[in-house]
């Protein structure tokens, strides 16, 4: 029975906390909200005076326990209390992209406008999924994609969506290539087979130091891992076009189905570009599905001196970008793009609260594996707005130069060796004196003293050192520095 006008009854206000700061951002809690955000940005400011080192080095026994005292069930009297608790928990101790001397994994220091423009969607709190949540941000997104596929070389017939990350944007475009595959065999198929009897026949090709997503997309994909053909590469692991070739021949002989190459534009260890013209011939004379993934080397995009590092890219049918890397963007903000449309009609569901089929306003739901999600192109619009591309592109030939000189400098100091030849990009692998015991406790002891952060990984079956690139402020002679913190702790380990 419908309550009559008489019966309502406005609801009592949201409880505000204990101390009485309101609990929602709304027209109300306005000013708090103008007062809460100078307060962070007052502490951020502090912080980034304060910071001089990446990290602190804590150990984890040390940090574990006061993050376990917390009385999640006991809220503190103010806003202030709270930024102070998470100053101790979490900022004292962070991991600072933005230091010259943190030079470890993929990790960009961030583009102010974009930084600005994440306090923008956090407010607004959009959801990209259908016009009646997002409205203009649906067509912000779109003409990111649209620029971003501009970029690459695609027509007007591509798109695309934003992601979550490399990984969600490999999955994204490998589970298209999988649906192309299944649908062209059993539309050609002269006996009913249905998709499930498809699947254990599908194979996809990649280079042995293709990111580790692909091989976890196939296995989400009920593929298996398994199904990843590793096609050898060369000396400087890039992937052979000769030897990829060769196994998709060798895969149609034995009855299975190519569905789709991964080349990768920008290996995360070694930085190795494949070559993609080369590539796409391969594909193209197999009709094989073409996938590009620039997690990495999307910077190359905007790039003055290394465009053609990704030329043959426009020849992909499906192209990973990771923005927070290679455009200097906060996570998260990443891509898909599909050189035909159409193609991401398999990722579509039409549910009746959302994109009914029959509806007329455009949403983006329909594209994406997603459905509430953020309006992370915001912050890359802002950045092309304030930055412009050119800037971003010099950015990262930056490092990639930097990478260049500091690969040099190695190969003529007898205290290291190079464990790689120099980098298309910015990755630099190399060794200090010593066997992989010494490369682990030489990193370690330089992480601890606040020295400097530089990663490891394998290399010919022993463990390598690996500078990774991002920070357009890093100076050669921050890395000396790193470099020479490395060989005095691994001298003195040599020693004891
Ligand atoms: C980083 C990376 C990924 C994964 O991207 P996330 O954004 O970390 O999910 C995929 N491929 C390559 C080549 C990468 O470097």
Not at 166 to 171: A, K, P
Not at 390 to 410: E, H, P, Q
Request: with cysteine; charged share 25%; glycine share 6%.
């Amino acid at each position: 029975m419908p309550i009559s006008a008489a019966e309502f009854r406005p609801a009592p206000a949201p409880p505000d906390s204990p101390s009485g700061a309101p609990a929602l951002l709304n027209r109300e809690s306005a000013e708090t909200y103008r007062s809460l955000v100078n307060e962070v940005a007052q502490r951020i400011c502090e912080r980034l005076t304060e910071v001089d080192r990446p990290w602190t080095g804590i150990a984890p026994a040390e940090l574990a326990p006061a993050v376990d005292a917390v009385d999640l069930d006991r809220p503190l009297p103010t806003f202030g209390d709270a930024l102070d608790e998470i100053g101790d928990l979490y900022l004292r101790d962070a991991v600072w992209f933005h230091h010259p001397r943190y030079l470890a994994h993929l990790n960009c220091p961030v583009a102010l406008p974009a930084v600005a423009a994440e306090a923008v969607l956090a407010s607004v709190n959009t959801s990209v999924d259908t016009w009646d949540q997002s409205a203009g941000g649906t067509f912000i997104e779109r003409r990111l994609i649209e620029w971003t596929a501009g970029r690459i070389g695609f027509d007007s017939e591509a798109d695309g969506v934003f992601t979550s990350g490399g990984t969600q944007s490999n999955l994204h475009a490998l589970l298209l290539a999988r649906d192309e595959a299944v649908e062209h065999i059993v539309k050609n198929s002269e006996t009913a087979l249905r998709s499930a009897e498809v699947l254990p026949r599908l194979r996809l090709f990649a280079s042995p130091h293709s990111h580790f997503s692909v091989a976890k997309a196939a296995r989400l994909l009920g593929l298996g891992e398994d199904a990843v053909v590793t096609v050898p590469a060369d000396a400087r692991f890039r992937m052979h076009p000769g030897a990829l070739d060769a196994a998709l021949e060798h895969c149609r002989g034995a009855g299975l189905v190519p569905a789709g190459v991964v080349a990768t534009a920008g290996t995360t260890d070694f930085g190795s570009i494949d070559p993609l013209a080369a590539v796409a011939e391969v594909c193209e004379a197999h009709r094989v599905w073409f996938h590009v993934d620039a997690a990495y080397g999307c910077g190359l995009l905007v790039s003055r001196q290394r465009r053609d590092l990704v030329d043959g890219i426009e020849r992909a049918d499906s192209v990973t970008v990771d923005y927070h890397k290679s455009f200097f963007q906060p996570v998260s903000s990443s891509a898909v793009l599909v050189r035909d449309r159409a193609s991401l009609r398999h990722a579509a569901h039409h549910a009746d609260y959302l994109n009914p089929a029959e509806a007329v306003f455009p949403n983006q739901v329909d594209k994406s594996l997603q459905t509430t999600r953020r309006l992370d192109a915001l912050k890359l619009w802002m950045t092309l707005r304030v930055l412009g591309p050119d800037a971003i592109g010099s950015m990262f030939d930056r490092v990639c130069d930097l990478a260049a000189a500091a690969w040099a400098r190695l190969e003529a100091d007898p205290r290291f060796e190079t464990a790689a030849p120099v980098s298309q990009l910015s990755t630099v692998l190399f060794r200090v004196k010593g066997g992989d015991e010494a490369q682990r406790l030489a990193r370690e002891a330089i992480a601890a003293a606040g020295e400097g952060m530089v990663a490891a990984t394998r290399v010919d079956g022993r463990t390598a050192l690996k500078l990774t690139l991002l920070n357009p402020e890093t100076t050669l002679e921050d890395i000396a520095a790193v470099l020479d913190a490395l060989a005095r702790h691994g001298a003195t380990l040599q020693e004891a």
